[in-house]
Nanobody, 128 residues
Framework: QLHLVESGGAVVQSGGSLRLSCAAS???????????AGWFRQAPGREREGLGF????????NYADSVKGRFTISRDNAKNYIYLQMISLKPEDTGVYYC??????????????????WGQGTQVTVSS
């Protein structure tokens, strides 16, 4: 079992920046570097949307077109953290942001069903 906890959500003005963090528990049988990771967003009344993927080593990333060039996913396996740096935020970026972990080799296509563990989410609100 891998326990994930997001933090860093806030209310920010349009055009602003925000960095989300996701802490992974050290009590898992397998360390964080055995899992690929992703960030997802869910707005009210909408399906959960995949935003960014990062491979277990951090060498490979993939982004949804809606955030490409504005969001950057990164990770620090030594510290058991996954990050999402967001710039040029827009009101349509508002939603609950989740980090998730996928066992080796899965998750690149940002399909929620490929992810095995989820955090509880953190709220991001972008005001116009």
């Amino acid at each position: 079992q891998l326990h994930l906890v997001e933090s860093g959500g806030a209310v920010v003005q349009s055009g602003g920046s925000l960095r989300l963090s996701c802490a992974a528990s050290a009590a898992s049988r397998w360390p964080l570097d055995q899992y690929a990771a992703g960030w997802f967003r869910q707005a009210p009344g909408r399906e959960r949307e995949g935003l960014g993927f990062i491979s277990s080593s951090g060498e490979s990333t993939n982004y949804a077109d809606s955030v490409k060039g504005r969001f950057t996913i990164s990770r620090d396996n030594a510290k058991n953290y996954i990050y999402l740096q967001m710039i040029s935020l827009k009101p349509e970026d508002t939603g609950v942001y989740y980090c998730a972990a996928a066992w080796r080799g899965k998750g690149r296509n940002l399909m929620p069903s490929d992810y095995d563990f989820w955090g509880q989410g953190t709220q991001v609100t972008v005001s116009s």
